[in-house]
């Protein structure tokens, strides 16, 4: 996945328990924000990217079912810096 900074992307996920038990969700990310950390299909907003290079944010989806059995995966997202050019102008 890759957004441009300040942005946002949908991180789409699918989970559930083979038992049939209700499952709690949880999202982490390593920087910038989640909306709705609480489903399967939360909105990362990117933070501001410091410097030139594209900053690697890690999105962690942890899904615990009722009975405590936890199950975990990843995503990365790369957060690109939106680079204007600079501006010039030679008076006369």
């Known amino acids: ?3 441009p900074e300040c942005g946002q992307i949908v991180i789409r996920a699918r989970a559930g328990d083979p038992d049939g038990d209700p499952i709690q ?3 982490t990310v390593t920087a910038g924000e989640l909306i ?3 489903t399967l299909c939360p909105v ?3 933070p ?4 030139c290079e594209p900053l ?9 079912d009722a009975c405590g059995a936890v199950a975990e995966d990843q995503v990365v997202i790369t957060v690109t810096k939106v680079n204007r050019p600079p501006t010039v102008k030679i008076d006369p």
């Open 56 to 64: 690697k944010v890690i999105a962690t989806l942890r899904v615990v």
């Open 25 to 27: 969700i949880y999202w």
């Open 1 to 3: 996945l890759t957004v």
């Open 44 to 46: 990362f907003v990117a």
């Open 36 to 38: 709705g950390a609480d």
């Open 48 to 51: 501001k990217v410091e410097g």
